[in-house]
């Protein structure tokens, strides 16, 4: 009996230790028998893979519970390189990319049926330590900003966008260092590698919340202006009726109290009904961004 409570523990922390990188599997109903469909769902790199698995997690779990037939799968990402790939394979039938990715997957067979809510936090943030000597943009010059990944939307191209047009030319008075994920971007500041690092406001919420005392010995020194919050899409021959089912349960969460709180771990208020054109204000942005800042596929 020893022997066996040490192989069950054993493999149990073995589990526990697997890379985050292993895909959710959300619990499935009791009428399990009766699943004929299993749908893959994606999240872009919002955090880390262990986070966003950790956020997303029961809100997929939460769906598959009040959905009768079918499976939803929740797949984190690596990184945002990854992600992509995914998603212009067409590999996810649900996901949500960020602006930039929701309009590139139209050309890939998605279409767009919902958003995050709360666009005024969907902007640039550019962070730099308080003890810095970083007072006006033009204090970077000559020095390294951190980003989370080229495409990322609000923590990449808009913060270089408002440094472009704020006084640095972005592609030769500085270097743009890409560090893989919002919180390596804020880290990456905290330990003096780079001079400033862009994010966005919901991984630098959740960055006070987890590190008070790293978070502390930073400030933003810049905002963007919003643009719209990340896209909910899904692949076109995903039938309307399982769409229906999806959003309805998504765009209701904000109505109950066990729907608030998993909503207040992304944090988010809500989500909500938008289709392509909710986004034609990102296509103008990104050409825009493509003329002036550097150069991007924009379809």
């Known amino acids: 009996m020893v022997r066996l409570a040490v192989f ?16 959710y599997q959300p619990i499935i109903a009791e009428n399990a028998e009766n699943v004929v469909k299993e749908y893959v769902v994606g999240i872009h790199p919002l955090h880390n893979p262990k986070r966003l698995l950790e956020v997303y997690g029961p809100i997929v779990e939460y769906i598959n519970l009040n959905t009768k037939g079918v499976h939803f799968k929740l797949e984190a990402s690596r990184n945002y390189e990854e992600f992509d790939k995914k998603l212009y394979a067409g590999h996810f039938d649900f996901a949500m990319p960020n602006p930039y990715q929701s309009v590139m997957s139209l050309g890939h067979g998605y279409r767009i049926f919902g958003k995050m809510g709360d666009d005024e936090d969907f902007r640039g943030i550019i962070l730099v330590r308080k003890d810095s000597h970083i007072h006006q943009v033009t204090d970077l010059k000559g020095k390294i900003v951190s980003y989370p990944a080229k495409t990322a939307l609000a923590a990449t191209m808009q913060p270089q966008h408002y440094l472009q047009t704020h006084g640095i030319d972005i592609n030769r008075d500085i270097e743009n260092r890409y560090v893989g994920s919002q919180e390596s971007s804020i880290v990456n500041v905290f330990r003096g590698n780079v001079a400033a690092g862009a994010t966005w406001p919901i991984p630098w919420k959740t960055f006070q919340i987890r590190n008070p005392e790293m978070a502390s010995e930073l400030i933003v020194k810049w905002k963007t202006d919003p643009l719209v919050n990340n896209g909910w899409v899904v692949r076109k021959d995903v039938p309307d009726e399982m769409v229906s089912q999806f959003s309805a349960l998504l765009f209701s969460m904000h109505e109950s109290e066990q729907g608030r709180v998993m909503l207040a771990r992304l944090p988010v208020s809500r989500f909500e009904p938008a289709s392509d054109e909710t986004y034609s204000i990102v296509r103008t942005f990104l050409a825009e961004f493509s003329r002036i800042v550097r150069p991007i596929p924009t379809e």
């Open 8 to 23: 069950v523990m054993a493999l149990f922390i073995s589990a526990c230790e697997q890379s985050a990188q292993d895909q």
